[in-house]
């Protein structure tokens, strides 16, 4: 077959370009008077330690967004509330504890099975308040308009927010709108920031979480980041795929409700269940030891990520979160999870060990073990 270039081979996922060699000093050519031999020049498509420009695998969650993270937004927006390193800051004014939290949606394509851009919004900035223990009540919405956008489609996106918003019975009080040029956006943009209160006792954080709990998983993952995929390149597959977009009121304060010791909540969205993981393990300075045989995927997401060449547990989610709490309580937090989450079945799929590496070791189907790494760029971008 021939190189797309034609001076380029690929060799084992690496792009070898072939260069003349450089004239020798003496004016002579390296064989007789025939043209010099190619020397091959390596170009490693893995990201560089150094990096100088933003790159799309900057906004997936992984390496790269942490890098941000910790080498510029830390560093240049340093606040003690920030150090809790969880979905949202915890705040306290006039003896009362509220929950803050913000959220920027760039989804492509803006509508897809199960949700769309303004659904997503919503429910994503609801779930991180309630991933901070708090009841949500208050969003923002800000929005970035391309010029030459149909008035319908905002219409409709808006109309979505609204229901999303009533489903998860908070209200839209204030915003704002921004037009750029033709070209200049992907039709639209929508940031959302939200507030909630927290109404009991519990400190439901990463450092909350102790040796011995048990990870309890809300339901079947990797549902919103097919979807989206799915329809994004055109795939039809024999059993269709649905985004588990979703507010998570329900569970989450049926849990609080029921007076269980949640000692930490995370929803799964940008990098799926092991990239949660992997940022709760590191938090809390412990080991979380995973099984996978545990995790419910559903035989639609494994044989699309499986023709797509994805792994699931890096596959985004929109409506599905991990609870870690005692062990004793892993039976009553499945119950209360079962009758109020929709979708695939709740699981507890591990436990965390008292080592504290800060790692997330997963034993696979045939009892070997590894660790779970972030990713190091975008497995799939734009799906949030």
């Known amino acids: 077959m021939k190189p797309s270039h034609k001076n380029a081979v690929p060799i084992a996922g690496v792009s070898v370009n072939f260069e003349p060699e450089p004239p ?30 933003i790159t799309i695998g900057h906004g997936g969650g992984g390496k ?10 830390r560093p240049a927006f340093a606040h003690a509330a920030q150090e809790c390193r969880h979905d949202g800051a915890v705040l306290k004014l006039s003896g009362v504890r509220l929950a803050f939290t913000t959220d920027a949606h760039v989804v492509s394509p803006l509508f897809f099975p199960g949700g ?19 009841r ?7 929005f970035v308009l391309e010029e030459g956008l149909p008035i319908e489609t905002l219409r409709r996106v808006a109309a979505s927010m609204s229901a999303a918003a009533a489903a998860a019975g908070v209200g839209i009080v204030t915003g ?12 639209l943009y929508v940031t959302t920031a939200g507030i909630g209160v927290i109404e009991h006792a519990l400190t439901i954080a990463p450092a909350a979480i102790r040796p011995g709990d048990a990870i309890v998983l809300s339901g079947d993952i ?23 977009c979703a507010p998570l009121v329900e569970p989450v304060q049926a849990l609080l409700a029921a007076g269980l010791q949640v000692h930490c909540l995370r929803d799964l969205t940008r990098g799926g269940l092991a990239t949660a993981l992997v940022e709760l393990a590191e938090a809390s300075g412990l080991t979380f030891g995973i099984n996978e045989a545990a995790v419910p ?3 639609a997401v494994r044989g699309a ?6 792994e699931p547990l890096y596959v985004a989610n929109e409506g599905r979160f991990v609870c870690i709490l005692p062990e004793v309580q892993a039976p009553s937090a499945l119950e209360i999870l079962q009758r109020t989450v929709p979708g695939g079945p709740p699981a507890v799929i591990g436990r965390v060990r008292a080592q504290t590496a800060g790692e997330v070791l997963l034993r696979s189907v045939i009892g070997a073990e590894r660790i779970l790494y972030r990713l190091s760029g975008e497995q799939l971008p734009r799906i949030c």
Not at 44 to 53: I, K
Not at 136 to 142: I, K, N, R, T
Not at 176 to 187: I, M, P, Q, S
């Open 116 to 134: 769309n851009i303004g659904r997503v919004a919503v429910n994503g900035t609801v779930n991180d308040l309630l991933m901070c223990g708090a």
């Open 222 to 244: 990797g549902r919103h980041g097919m979807a989206i995929m799915a329809t994004r390149e055109g795939l039809a597959f024999e059993s269709p795929i649905e985004s588990d």
């Open 136 to 142: 949500p009540l208050w969003l923002s919405a800000g």
């Open 176 to 187: 704002d709108t921004k037009v750029v040029e033709r070209g200049k956006g992907d039709g």
């Open 305 to 310: 990520c499986e023709i797509l060449g994805l």
């Open 297 to 299: 995927v559903t035989e």
């Open 64 to 73: 790269l967004t942490q890098e941000l993270i910790d080498g510029i937004f």
């Open 24 to 53: 020798r000093l003496d004016g002579s050519d390296s064989g007789g008077g025939t043209a010099a031999p190619a020397r091959p020049a390596l170009q490693c498509p893995v990201p560089l330690p150094q990096r100088t420009e």
